[in-house]
């Protein structure tokens, strides 16, 4: 099967940065797009940026300008680099995956289990 597990979530100032890294494993025969989505307490989970397998990205408005997604497709990874951080992007970010499988037969969405960030004022 496939897995997706995300790492660098974390506690950092206002202002500051982290970066995010989901690497999917398993029987992948290629991904085509993937993308991180955000949930923050009591709010419905949010798309924030995502990346086709051509390399078109696509930003929410909120984060235009300070985050960039980016894919390692080697490595079968996409990372979101979030700079200029503010209290208002703490959230669980979940990163997502469509998957080719089976030879490439058919393709479907994986999820990672998600990453706490919390942005500190």
């Known amino acids: 099967q496939v897995q997706l597990v995300e790492s660098g979530g974390g506690l950092v100032q206002a202002g500051g940065s982290l970066r995010l890294s989901c690497a999917a494993s398993g029987s992948i025969f290629g991904i085509n797009n993937m993308a991180w989505y955000r949930q923050a307490p009591g709010k419905q989970r949010e798309l924030v940026a995502s990346l086709t397998g051509g390399d078109t990205s696509n930003y929410a408005d909120s984060v235009k300008g300070r985050f960039t997604i980016s894919r390692d497709n080697a490595k079968n990874t996409v990372y979101l680099q979030m700079s200029s951080l503010r209290s208002e992007d703490t959230a669980v970010y979940y990163c997502?995956?469509?998957?080719?499988?089976?030879?490439?037969?058919?393709?479907?969405?994986?999820w990672g289990q998600g990453t706490q960030v919390t942005v500190s004022s």
């Open positions: 997502s995956a469509n998957v080719m499988v089976d030879g490439g037969a058919y393709s479907r969405n994986y």
